[in-house]
């Protein structure tokens, strides 16, 4: 297979922002009295938006919303981005490798999720990319993007997204049970589809109209 061209998720995986991020934490809570902790840090580290803000907000008190501590977290974090950060080990290696001459087109895009008319949460996320801007359209290039997304949105949160702390996977003896069911429940998600996208759109559908699903399990003729 020839590899025409690759988009690559810049954060955690081309430039290491973990020490931006630690810095725009710390700055946040200095700000009300309080210390980033490796302990709240490992708590946080990888999960969405809201879920770290909440966190803040359960922990110590605040009386702010969760969507005006990400805000403020935001202005932090790019005030400490002007210090700069690494690239992860092997990048250029890796780019070398694929014979990319070059960054042809940086991308940003804006990620608004609402529920019931509610914005749950916003994100901006950039992108470089060897794809040239000026063949591919900005629809396409959306299109790879969310193609890059799918494997998580489908599978992975659907299957190994959990609070790990408070998880009956930190129980003795659960581990190969919990795989063993999951993966059939993800099996039998993707039997019981009529085509939709993620696990999420299976299940709505067979809440809706459980008749295709039953007959499929052979319940009904």
């Not at 490796?38 to 770290?52: I, T």
């Not at 990319?100 to 509610?118: A, F, M, N, T």
Request: proline letters at 5%; glycine letters at 8%; one cysteine or more.
């Amino acid at each position: 297979m020839i590899i025409k061209a690759v988009a690559f998720d810049m954060d955690g995986l081309m430039f290491d922002t973990e020490n931006t991020y630690w810095k725009a934490a710390s700055a946040l809570l200095a700000r009300r009295g309080e210390v980033y902790t490796d302990e709240l840090c490992n708590a946080v580290m990888g999960r969405p938006p809201r879920y770290c803000f909440e966190l803040f907000k359960e922990t110590f008190g605040f009386p702010e919303t969760w969507q005006e501590l990400q805000r403020e977290s935001e202005d932090f974090f790019l005030e400490f981005l002007e210090d700069g950060f690494s690239t992860m080990p092997g990048l250029y290696k890796l780019l070398e490798q694929l014979g990319i001459p070059g960054c042809r087109s940086v991308i940003r895009l804006d990620k608004e999720i609402r529920r019931q008319g509610k914005v749950m949460s916003y994100e901006t996320r950039y992108f470089v990319s060897s794809l040239d801007s000026g063949v591919v359209s900005a629809k396409e290039i959306q299109a790879y993007i969310r193609g890059h997304w799918e494997v998580k949105n489908c599978l992975h949160w659907q299957k190994d997204r959990y609070d790990e702390d408070k998880h009956v996977l930190r129980l003795p003896g659960v581990g190969d049970a919990w795989t063993l069911l999951t993966s059939t429940a993800v099996s039998l998600g993707c039997l019981l589809g009529e085509g939709e996208p993620t696990l999420k759109e299976v299940r709505e559908c067979c809440y809706t109209d459980p008749i295709p699903t039953a007959r499929k399990l052979g319940w009904i003729p």
